[in-house]
């Protein structure tokens, strides 16, 4: 059975309770305590992002299998304005943050796979993977 | 790694807190080089110390390790910061390496045969501030045996400036044997230029000839600083200026040209401002400078003189040069 979890995210409040969420089910699956850091941090920074250039969206949180290999998936989707630059935004040192190395950048490294899809105008849909080792 | 890292951790941990010595200290200060090597992240690390902590001092209270959940959340951004520094240092060493790729093929675009002839000693160095170089120098002996001598110098500086640099070197190239006057290569360089560069870019040239037969030196500039004439007879040193525009601005430029005798001994002096413009306890020196340090070395070789007045200069700013640095000397043997 695999516990899978949505988080409207509209407010600074939303974004809290998806870390909130997110630490539960990485503890559930099995994450030490700096994994369990780490994804939280990517769950945060990627609500953050929607909270701020998409108005409001969702974070879903599952539990993943593939190939004997367990894991814990995010999904952040919003039908906001959309990236219009992808490379550049994964650059580092790109973020308004000024490269402090967090942004979205900061995700792809706390996670293992990260997949960004985004449509001016429609929506942006990022997936990230952290697999148990 | 992990078990490993984990037992090197445990034991300096145990030793430190039984007899609270420097050297433990000096062994965990070696200890982080070891953790970044391995590329332990700052949140790993203090992991790590909670989780030795916790099996060294049995009953920790509990405000002790969740003030530690704090702290590893406070660590992932400068975990994060971290490993960007690591990518951003990987890159900046590819763009290094690109770079001295691109520095070795611009040094293939300058001439680099021995001058080896009975009646001239000919010495030139070039060095770039960066990697770099905004100047270019030319040096040729044509088919019946007359000696051209070139500087250019791009305004500008670093990469585009070397790139209008290679512009001039193929242009010099499609210039046929009978173009020699200098104030022709310039109007024919000048109209090359103008069609291809950039309006806020321009390139200062001082062209000259030296023909053995006549033992007369012809020489143009297209604003660049002027060189210096000595007089070996009178052992006096004259400024080199003929009046022309800087190449690149206007496509139809006519240019001065000048010409005198050179006698045994005579030698001419090309160079690019980067000479003059080297800066002393903060200050330009002045040409004269210039003149009174090859003054002090007319004994020596045209090549010995510019390469001694590149250390010196050099020494004097502390290795720092501001500006490319061309320097280069004509002299008729006898
Ligand atoms: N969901 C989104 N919808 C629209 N634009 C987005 C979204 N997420 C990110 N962006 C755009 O991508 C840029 C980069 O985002 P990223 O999170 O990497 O850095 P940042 O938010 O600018 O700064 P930081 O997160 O470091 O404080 C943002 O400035 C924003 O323009
Ligand atoms: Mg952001």
Redesign the pocket.
């Known amino acids: 059975m695999q516990v899978q979890t949505h988080v409207d995210i509209n407010s600074e409040w939303g974004i809290v309770a998806a870390r909130q969420a997110g630490r539960k089910l990485a503890r559930e699956v099995g994450f030490g305590s700096v994994d369990q850091a780490r994804i939280t941090t990517a769950i945060s920074?990627?609500a953050?992002?929607?909270y701020?250039?998409?108005d409001q969206?969702q974070i879903k949180i599952e539990e993943v299998a593939e190939g004997g290999k367990r894991g814990m998936k995010i999904i952040?989707s919003?039908q906001?304005?959309?990236?219009?630059d992808l490379r550049r935004?994964?650059e580092d040192g790109?973020?308004?943050?000024?490269?402090?190395?967090?942004?979205?950048?900061?995700?792809k490294r706390l996670m293992d796979d990260f997949a960004i899809e985004?449509e001016l105008n429609q929506?942006?849909v990022?997936t990230a993977v952290k697999w148990l080792r | 790694m992990q078990v490993s890292m984990y037992r090197l951790y445990k034991d300096m941990l145990t030793s430190y807190l039984r007899d609270k010595s420097e050297t433990a200290l000096y062994h965990a200060q070696q200890f982080s080089k070891q953790m970044m090597e391995q590329d332990m992240s700052p949140e790993e690390t203090v992991s790590l110390h909670l989780s030795v902590f916790q099996e060294l001092a049995e009953d920790l209270p509990e405000e002790v390790t969740d003030s530690f959940d704090l702290l590893l959340e406070v660590m992932i951004g400068y975990g994060l910061a971290y490993r960007e520094h690591q990518s951003l240092r990987d890159r900046q060493q590819e763009l290094e390496s690109e770079l001295n790729v691109a520095a070795q093929m611009q040094r293939t675009l300058l001439p680099d045969k021995q001058v080896d002839t009975e009646e001239i000693d000919f010495g030139v160095i070039s060095v770039p501030a960066g990697k770099m170089s905004g100047d270019y120098y030319h040096y040729d002996e044509d088919s019946v045996g007359n000696f051209a001598v070139a500087v250019a110098d791009v305004i500008g500086k670093g990469v585009p400036a070397a790139m209008s640099m290679s512009m001039i070197k193929y242009a010099m190239d499609t210039l046929t044997d009978k173009q020699t006057e200098p104030a022709g290569v310039l109007e024919s360089l000048n109209r090359v230029v103008e069609r291809n560069i950039d309006e806020d870019m321009f390139i200062t040239m001082m062209y000259g000839v030296y023909y053995p037969e006549s033992h007369q030196f012809h020489f143009a500039s297209a604003g660049h600083e002027p060189g210096f004439f000595y007089r070996s007879a009178a052992d006096t040193f004259e400024s080199l200026e003929a009046k022309g525009l800087v190449l690149g601005v206007s496509p139809k430029v006519r240019y001065e040209e000048r010409g005198f005798r050179l006698d045994p001994g005579d030698f001419v002096v090309f160079l690019s401002d980067g000479v003059t413009e080297s800066r002393v306890d903060g200050e330009f020196i002045e040409r004269d400078t210039v003149v009174s340090m090859i003054k002090e070395r007319l004994h020596l070789s045209a090549q010995e003189i510019v390469n001694e007045l590149f250390e010196e200069l050099e020494k004097a700013q502390e290795f720092q040069l501001r500006d490319d640095f061309t320097l280069m000397i004509l002299r008729r043997k006898f």
Do not use: H, Q, W
């Open positions: 920074e990627l953050r992002n929607i701020l250039y998409a969206g952040a919003d906001g304005p959309g990236i219009k935004v994964m790109f973020t308004t943050s000024g490269g402090l190395g967090a942004g979205l950048p900061g995700v985004s929506g942006t990022i």
